[in-house]
């Protein structure tokens, strides 16, 4: 398959998942963030009715939950794993979660869950959101992708098969990995 985009640190395939990761060698990290919570609009309150939150229903993302096999087949192709929203997907038993603490207030949820193939205990990073200029509807901060690599210093390659507005591949090359 020929890359939609390559420099010297990073290769970016546009399609979708289950067809290019099998043909992909081993990487040292899987950092993701799928979708999940499909079809959630803001609930009763609607605080997140800031102008032009709807036009992201028509933009084709994230209009279904990956299955079981996807997640297996992530988990074989690296080392470690991180995977944003793990909580909602049938994974492993494990002791590494992760936490972000996002304190948005409304009817946001209070924080994420990431789920770890880590034998570590559970970590939490607080960073509040409010003033990113969001575009992708469920971004995560660059500072929160670069907190994740920083638990895994030795990985050089990282894979994001989910890659959204692409926050997990920026941290990465901020990072040189």
């Not at 990290?29 to 009715?49: K, M, N, S, V």
């Not at 793990?86 to 996002?102: A, D, E, H, I, V």
Request: hydrophobic share 35%.
């Amino acid at each position: 398959m020929k890359p939609y985009y390559q420099d010297g640190a990073v290769t970016i395939y546009h399609g979708d998942c289950r067809e290019i990761v099998p043909t992909l060698g081993r990487f040292d990290l899987l950092l993701t963030d799928p979708p999940y919570g499909i079809g959630e609009h803001g609930g009763a309150c609607r605080t997140r009715g800031r102008p032009g939150y709807a036009k992201h229903e028509n933009l084709g993302w994230d209009k279904e939950t990956p299955s079981p096999w996807v997640f297996q087949m992530l988990l074989e192709k690296a080392d470690v794993a991180i995977i944003w929203g793990g909580n909602y997907f049938p994974l492993p038993p494990s002791m590494g979660w992760l936490y972000w603490r996002k304190l948005m207030g409304g009817d946001f949820s209070d924080g994420e869950l990431a789920w770890t193939s880590r034998k570590a205990a559970l970590r939490e990073f607080t960073k509040c959101p409010k003033g990113m200029d969001k575009w992708h509807p469920c971004e995560k901060p660059v500072e929160l992708l670069t907190w994740c690599l920083g638990l895994v210093p030795d990985a050089q390659t990282v894979l994001d098969p989910f890659a959204g507005s692409g926050t997990t591949g920026r941290a990465a090359k901020d990072l040189g990995r």
